[in-house]
């Protein structure tokens, strides 16, 4: 059995590592402060900030979360401002005008302001704060981040447009689209629906006649993707005397690429006091994102007059996006909310800045731009605009131009900023008119409250298509206009539903007395996850905080428990038939060192494999490269006539070679002993997470940056998500779950730790624990914190 709880001594051995406790306190005045802020930083890692005043609040944990993640910081603001070819040359050069051609233009103050009513002081104070550690720091660069040391660079200051900046967000289904109308190109409407999971309603892919559709494979959108890719290093990035000369790799990820798109997700519920030991509400919530070194979340307690809160968020933006407060807690899922369209020009053959829109000739708009290059001229680079967005390519030859409408590009539009509006919510009545600011991303937030309320409200700004999809791209002439956007508050939504609990994991939870369908999306996640979690709240008559930990990290396959037994009556010899015999009695749960696992997700991998081979016609395949668990799992269990005239004579052949296909995998990669063939080892499922700069410096940095290898359990279809790569590139390193009925029985896991510097002791000391699905105390009460204190920072104004 799991152990789900940590000692304070097994969980921070590090403890000792820390020159300064609570009775060596260190005093540090700053210019900006208004009044005396105090930071206490607890065993795991999370500062509690105490202010006496709103400003002084944001500013320190500006302060204190660029003093934990400072290389982070500088890579995110030149993402943010388009500067990164300015540090690695011009390979970033489309980078840097991608990030720039989608840059929110509006008014500054209009934007911040929809966030919070004091929106511009907050942020303004956030980046202040973060501005000051960046002077500090400087003023003894010996003391900088060894990343800045390797890469001979420096941190530059941080302006509000950085924090307000949508680079990083899930911000709709642009590639998806794209990648549907060309499908369409090639298979046909009706084999690209049969061969993708669209659903609760059926989308119009058929494409206007006014596009060509043979113009659609060239590289529409490489802007786009150009400014949303990680960040490579190479070793010419790096001084010499850093690089390792021992191995042949040049390139690193600052977040490894990840090709699990099906994975990336997130797991909530709330459960009312009915259902619970206690007779408290609870809150849980578990986001699925790429797991990296710094975690992508950042924890943190702020508390002044008016504020009191405590949760993770994205480390460089002020606030807290999931987490709760004194009147309730909040967590969040995606909900898929298609905010992005593809339109497609006529452009006059006179002057191709202009395109036809409702019959005449518009013009675009132009923006020119100084792109800065390491070691090389400056480039000036026109940025083109059509009414509808961004144009991300023209092709002059064919008179055509592409423009990406974004939603997000909205005032309100940056991802989780609409946070600072729940934080100070009191109701569940205040939580949902919070949500109705919360533009990006698309998500599921959930609530819950001491008085016994629990609630689901979705979020995201959806536009209303009353005469088209959003799957395929439209001529952008002005038939296929948005009819605005729906009120948020109009999205789906539930207060207190009789079953005692509402539960999300990115599966379609809209139900079906729904009226606004046209601002409903048609693509979700597979539903395994989500029935899993149902399942067991359905199940347990009584739940307590045992529970919710054990389903967080529940690595129970639905998946498995359907294809298993299709397996019994089929015609395996030697290794595949002992294989599967070794599966009769398993209980589906796929735990690290089980053989049984390795088994199942060897043949699973497979199968989905065998289905792209099989089911995609070659000319779709470039387009098509998985299909959903979902419909594989429809096709297996009620075969149909893709099977051969004979469907479950053919079902039972694809299901053969696909479990051979499984064992001959194990078979190459972990050799012929079956005895051999444990789940959740470096071969075969596994977490090991790369610093950005790992795989290019010498070994012994490389130690001090890399974190890991340790056995994983699970897989993408598990609520315990970790996605579907042997080394595992997604899932949730933070997690947290609140009994509203005690805030300091909170616990939570933030991996591989709090800081993004390799010597502080809080880089890596919550990884091993988060690898074994432990959790630590997330307290809150001012005793609690003081109690387990292990740092203290006094931060005065100066005078």
Same mark, same amino acid.
């Given at each position: 059995?799991?152990?789900?709880?940590?000692?304070?001594?097994?969980?921070?051995? *590090?403890?000792?590592?820390?020159?300064?406790?609570?009775?060596?306190?260190?005093?540090?005045?700053?210019?900006?402060?208004?009044?005396?802020?105090?930071?206490?930083?607890?065993?795991?890692?999370?500062?509690?900030?105490?202010?006496?005043?709103?400003?002084?609040?944001?500013?320190?944990?500006?302060?204190?979360?660029?003093?934990?993640?400072?290389?982070?910081?500088?890579?995110?603001?030149?993402?943010?401002?388009?500067?990164?070819?300015?540090?690695?040359?011009?390979?970033?050069?489309?980078?840097?005008?991608?990030?720039?051609?989608?840059?929110?233009?509006?008014?500054?103050?209009?934007?911040?302001?929809?966030?919070?009513?004091?929106?511009?002081?907050?942020?303004?104070?956030?980046?202040?704060?973060?501005? *000051?550690?960046?002077?500090?720091?400087?003023?003894?660069?010996?003391?900088?981040?060894?990343?800045?040391?390797?890469?001979?660079?420096?941190?530059?200051?941080?302006?509000?447009?950085?924090?307000?900046?949508?680079?990083?967000?899930?911000?709709?289904?642009?590639?998806?689209?794209?990648?549907?109308?060309?499908?369409?190109?090639?298979?046909?409407?009706?084999?690209?629906?049969?061969?993708?999971?669209?659903?609760?309603?059926?989308?119009?892919?058929?494409?206007?006649?006014?596009?060509?559709?043979?113009?659609?494979?060239?590289?529409?959108?490489?802007?786009?993707? *150009?400014?949303?890719?990680?960040?490579?290093?190479?070793?010419?990035?790096?001084?010499?005397?850093?690089?390792?000369?021992?191995?042949?790799?040049?390139?690193?990820?600052?977040?490894?690429?990840?090709?699990?798109?099906?994975?990336?997700?997130?797991?909530?519920?709330?459960?009312?006091?009915?259902?619970?030991?206690?007779?408290?509400?609870?809150?849980?919530?578990?986001?699925?994102?790429?797991?990296?070194?710094?975690?992508?979340?950042?924890?943190?307690?702020?508390?002044?007059?008016?504020?009191?809160?405590?949760?993770?968020?994205?480390?460089?933006?002020?606030?807290?996006?999931?987490?709760?407060?004194?009147?309730?807690?909040?967590?969040?899922?995606?909900?898929?909310?298609?905010?992005?369209?593809?339109?497609?020009?006529?452009?006059?053959?006179?002057?191709?800045?202009?395109?036809?829109?409702?019959?005449?000739?518009?013009?675009?708009?132009?923006?020119?731009?100084?792109?800065?290059?390491?070691?090389?001229?400056?480039?000036?680079?026109?940025?083109?605009?059509?009414?509808?967005?961004?144009?991300?390519?023209?092709?002059?030859?064919?008179?055509?131009?592409?423009?990406?409408?974004?939603?997000?590009?909205?005032?309100?539009?940056?991802?989780?900023?609409?946070?600072?509006?729940?934080?100070?919510?009191?109701?569940?009545?205040?939580?949902?008119?919070?949500?109705?600011?919360?533009?990006?991303?698309?998500?599921?937030?959930?609530?819950?409250?001491?008085?016994?309320?629990?609630?689901?409200?979705?979020?995201?700004?959806?536009?209303?298509?009353?005469?088209?999809?959003?799957?395929?791209?439209?001529?952008?002439?002005?038939?296929?206009?948005?009819?605005?956007?729906?009120?948020?508050?109009?999205?789906?939504?539930?207060?207190?539903?009789?079953?005692?609990?509402?539960?999300?994991? #990115?599966?379609?939870?809209?139900?079906?007395?729904?009226?606004?369908?046209?601002?409903?999306?048609?693509?979700?996640?597979?539903?395994?996850?989500?029935?899993?979690?149902?399942?067991?709240?359905?199940?347990?008559?009584?739940?307590?905080?045992?529970?919710?930990?054990?389903?967080?990290?529940?690595?129970?396959?639905?998946?498995?428990?359907?294809?298993?037994?299709?397996?019994?009556?089929?015609?395996?010899?030697?290794? *595949?038939?002992?294989?599967?015999? &070794?599966?009769?009695?398993?209980?589906?749960?796929?735990?690290? #060192?089980?053989?049984?696992?390795?088994?199942?997700?060897?043949?699973?991998?497979?199968?989905?494999?065998?289905?792209?081979?099989?089911?995609?016609?070659?000319?779709?395949?470039?387009?098509?490269?998985?299909?959903?668990?979902?419909?594989?799992?429809?096709?297996?269990?009620?075969?149909?006539?893709?099977?051969?005239?004979?469907?479950?004579?053919?079902?039972?052949?694809?299901?053969?070679?696909?479990?051979?296909?499984?064992?001959?995998?194990?078979?190459?990669?972990?050799?012929?002993?079956?005895?051999?063939?444990?789940?959740?080892?470096?071969?075969?499922?596994?977490?090991?997470?790369?610093?950005?700069?790992?795989?290019?410096?010498?070994?012994?940095?490389?130690?001090?940056?890399?974190?890991?290898?340790?056995?994983?359990g699970g897989n993408s279809s598990t609520p315990g998500s970790t996605g579907g790569n042997n080394r595992q590139s997604s899932g949730a390193s933070f997690k947290?779950?609140? #009994?509203?009925?005690?805030?300091?029985?909170?616990?939570?896991?933030?991996?591989?730790?709090?800081?993004?510097?390799?010597?502080?002791?809080?880089?890596?000391?919550?990884?091993?624990?988060?690898?074994?699905?432990?959790?630590?105390?997330?307290?809150?009460? &001012?005793?609690?914190?003081?109690?387990?204190?292990?740092?203290?920072?006094?931060?005065?104004?100066?005078?």
């Open positions: 059995m799991k152990q789900q709880n940590l000692s304070l001594l097994s969980l921070f051995a *590090a403890i000792i590592l820390i020159s300064c406790t609570p009775d060596n306190d260190d005093q540090t005045t700053i210019a900006g402060l208004k009044e005396p802020v105090e930071i206490i930083r607890d065993e795991w890692g999370i500062n509690h900030i105490y202010a006496k005043n709103q400003h002084d609040l944001f500013f320190a944990q500006g302060y204190a979360a660029a003093k934990d993640r400072l290389f982070q910081f500088e890579i995110w603001r030149r993402q943010a401002t388009g500067t990164v070819a300015e540090i690695l040359g011009e390979r970033e050069l489309k980078r840097d005008i991608g990030t720039r051609l989608f840059k929110f233009r509006g008014d500054m103050k209009q934007e911040m302001d929809y966030y919070h009513e004091d929106g511009e002081e907050i942020i303004t104070a956030y980046t202040q704060g973060v501005n *000051a550690y960046i002077e500090e720091i400087l003023a003894t660069p010996e003391q900088l981040p060894i990343e800045f040391k390797i890469l001979n660079i420096a941190p530059e200051k941080w302006t509000t447009d950085v924090v307000i900046s949508r680079h990083q967000g899930l911000l709709g289904n642009i590639d998806l689209e794209l990648n549907v109308a060309r499908s369409v190109a090639k298979l046909g409407v009706e084999k690209v629906k049969d061969l993708n999971w669209f659903h609760p309603k059926d989308p119009d892919l058929k494409m206007d006649s006014a596009i060509n559709q043979e113009l659609l494979f060239d590289d529409i959108l490489e802007l786009y993707n *150009a400014y949303r890719k990680p960040v490579a290093f190479q070793k010419s990035d790096i001084l010499p005397e850093y690089r390792d000369s021992t191995n042949d790799k040049t390139i690193a990820y600052l977040a490894e690429e990840n090709d699990d798109d099906f994975s990336i997700g997130s797991n909530n519920w709330v459960v009312s006091g009915d259902l619970t030991e206690d007779g408290n509400t609870y809150m849980a919530n578990d986001p699925h994102r790429t797991i990296a070194i710094p975690s992508l979340r950042y924890m943190a307690h702020l508390v002044a007059p008016g504020w009191n809160v405590i949760g993770g968020g994205e480390p460089e933006i002020p606030g807290i996006s999931i987490g709760h407060n004194e009147y309730g807690a909040w967590g969040l899922t995606v909900f898929r909310t298609d905010g992005e369209d593809l339109y497609v020009y006529e452009l006059n053959p006179e002057n191709n800045k202009q395109y036809m829109y409702n019959g005449n000739w518009e013009d675009m708009n132009v923006i020119k731009e100084t792109i800065k290059l390491k070691d090389q001229e400056d480039v000036i680079v026109e940025l083109l605009y059509t009414r509808h967005g961004p144009v991300t390519y023209v092709d002059p030859v064919h008179n055509v131009a592409y423009a990406v409408r974004c939603a997000w590009l909205e005032p309100g539009g940056s991802p989780y900023l609409a946070s600072l509006r729940m934080d100070q919510a009191k109701t569940w009545e205040e939580f949902r008119e919070a949500c109705n600011y919360s533009h990006i991303p698309g998500e599921n937030m959930i609530w819950a409250d001491p008085k016994g309320n629990i609630g689901w409200q979705s979020v995201g700004i959806a536009p209303l298509r009353r005469n088209f999809s959003g799957m395929v791209p439209v001529p952008g002439d002005g038939r296929y206009e948005w009819d605005g956007y729906l009120p948020i508050i109009e999205k789906p939504n539930t207060l207190n539903p009789s079953q005692g609990y509402f539960a999300t994991a #990115n599966q379609s939870v809209t139900p079906a007395d729904y009226e606004h369908w046209d601002a409903i999306g048609f693509s979700w996640a597979d539903p395994y996850r989500g029935d899993r979690v149902v399942q067991v709240l359905d199940a347990v008559k009584k739940l307590n905080m045992e529970d919710m930990k054990a389903l967080q990290v529940d690595y129970h396959s639905i998946p498995a428990s359907l294809l298993v037994p299709l397996l019994s009556e089929l015609p395996l010899e030697g290794k *595949a038939a002992e294989a599967r015999d &070794r599966l009769s009695g398993w209980d589906f749960n796929l735990e690290a #060192n089980s053989i049984e696992a390795a088994i199942y997700v060897a043949f699973e991998n497979e199968l989905s494999k065998l289905a792209v081979s099989k089911f995609v016609p070659e000319a779709g395949k470039p387009f098509i490269n998985r299909i959903q668990l979902k419909r594989v799992l429809d096709w297996v269990t009620t075969p149909d006539g893709r099977f051969g005239a004979n469907p479950v004579e053919g079902r039972n052949e694809f299901l053969k070679e696909a479990f051979n296909n499984g064992i001959a995998y194990l078979e190459k990669t972990l050799g012929d002993d079956i005895n051999n063939w444990q789940y959740g080892q470096e071969k075969f499922k596994h977490t090991y997470i790369a610093h950005a700069l790992g795989e290019i410096v010498k070994e012994d940095i490389k130690a001090k940056l890399d974190v890991g290898p340790m056995p994983r947290i779950i609140v #009994n509203t009925g005690d805030w300091d029985a909170a616990v939570g896991t933030n991996a591989p730790g709090q800081s993004g510097n390799p010597e502080s002791p809080f880089y890596n000391n919550l990884f091993e624990p988060w690898a074994n699905d432990q959790y630590f105390p997330v307290y809150y009460s &001012r005793e609690k914190v003081e109690a387990v204190a292990v740092d203290r920072i006094m931060l005065g104004p100066k005078n």
